[in-house]
């Protein structure tokens, strides 16, 4: 089997990056919808089915908090690994979505 060049890894852990910024924000959409449905609902509305769903996507954002986390620090070592490729646009590219992450992750509320 043939190992992926430098550059190739360092645009495979970008997606993984960008894969997991988009998962919070849609589990975060999610978690805001399914809220507002609840406080809307009437007494003869499935309340605790709504109330399920509702902690198994918080579950899911804090989950996704957790590989988002990850996630930066693989790409952090790997871009410390790889100094030979700064200036790159892969390098590029890494840095802007690292800077991304970060920001999402010192945010103090995470749902």
Do not use: H
């Not at 992926?4 to 852990?13: D, F, M, T, W, Y």
């Not at 919070?24 to 509305?45: C, G, H, L, V």
């Not at 769903?53 to 790997?78: F, G, H, N, P, W």
């Not at 800077?99 to 999402?104: G, I, K, S, T, W």
């Amino acid at each position: 089997m043939v190992a992926a060049s430098p550059s190739r890894k360092l645009e495979i852990q970008c997606g993984v990056l960008k894969r997991t910024l988009k998962d919070i924000s849609a589990y975060q959409k999610e978690f805001t919808e399914m809220k507002e449905q609840i406080q809307r609902a009437t007494p003869d509305q499935p309340y605790q089915q709504w109330q399920k769903v509702l902690e198994e996507t918080e579950r899911m954002v804090s989950d996704s908090y957790r590989r988002l986390s990850e996630a930066v620090d693989s790409l952090q070592k790997l871009q410390t690994q790889m100094e030979n490729l700064r200036g790159t646009k892969e390098w590029e590219q890494a840095d802007a979505l690292l800077q991304e992450a970060q920001q999402v992750l010192s945010q103090t509320s995470k749902v």
